[in-house]
T-cell receptor, first 117, second 111 residues
């Protein structure tokens, strides 16, 4: 089946620095990828929809200047958390659908646990 | 707006059946999904059902959909300790569209 790979799986950074998270579709091309954030013991909240070759669509309340999304190719989307603060510590997960499989199944990356100290 | 609700916790004895329930509000949902998340890991799709179906069975998993009541359930037969995880119900229209997730049900399997 289709695979979505996320990197890194875990990152610790200092307050004020920026962190980049990569999401790759390994065996299919994804024109659209989704970035979710998950707080402890809570559900996944969609942050933004990443569109290849165009600007991302952000959900209400998500700061686009803080969470920069770049979908530069059909297999890679990146999320950069800029000027990270401890409240940005969370589990970030990306997903993509395989158009060859009718876009029915959303494949998820393994997630990135960000800790800002 | 769109909303998906699940009970937060379920405890079962090993070998028994588990039933995890979910309700949703968006009647236009085309697909309904069940995902499994183990500690510190991403989401693994277990199964999904198209909205014009009322049941789908896949080995130990049975999904029941009551579209009238907007109720979805996941039954796990012969529950094992390896089934302990958080199970998320999600709904979506399919295509390049986002999924709406429930809060997740934590399944604990005890001997």
């Amino acid at each position: 089946g289709a695979v979505v790979s996320q990197h890194p799986s875990r990152v610790i950074c200092k307050s004020g620095t920026s962190v980049k998270i990569e999401c790759r579709s390994l065996d299919f091309q994804a024109t659209t990828m989704f970035w979710y954030r998950q707080f402890p013991k809570q559900s996944l909240m969609l942050m933004a929809t990443s569109n290849e070759g165009s600007k991302a669509t952000y959900e209400q309340g998500v700061e686009k200047d803080k969470f920069l999304i770049n979908h530069a190719s059909l297999t890679l989307s990146t999320l950069t958390v800029t000027s990270a603060h401890p409240e940005d510590s969370s589990f970030y997960i990306c997903s993509a659908r395989n158009p060859q499989e009718g876009n029915t199944e959303a494949f998820f990356g393994q997630g990135t646990r960000l800790t800002v100290v | 707006g769109e909303d998906v609700e699940q009970s937060l916790f379920l405890s079962v004895r090993e070998g028994d059946s588990s039933v995890i329930n979910c309700t949703y509000t968006d009647s236009s949902s085309t697909y309904l999904y069940w995902y499994k998340q183990e500690p510190g890991a991403g989401l693994q799709l277990l199964t999904y059902i198209f909205s014009n179906m009322d049941m789908k069975q896949d080995q130990r998993l049975t999904v029941l959909l009551n579209k009238k009541d907007k109720h979805l359930s996941l039954r796990i037969a012969d529950t094992q300790t390896g089934d302990s995880a958080i199970y998320f119900c999600a709904e979506g229209p399919g295509g390049y569209n986002k999924l709406i997730f429930g809060a997740g049900t934590r399944l604990a399997v005890h001997p």
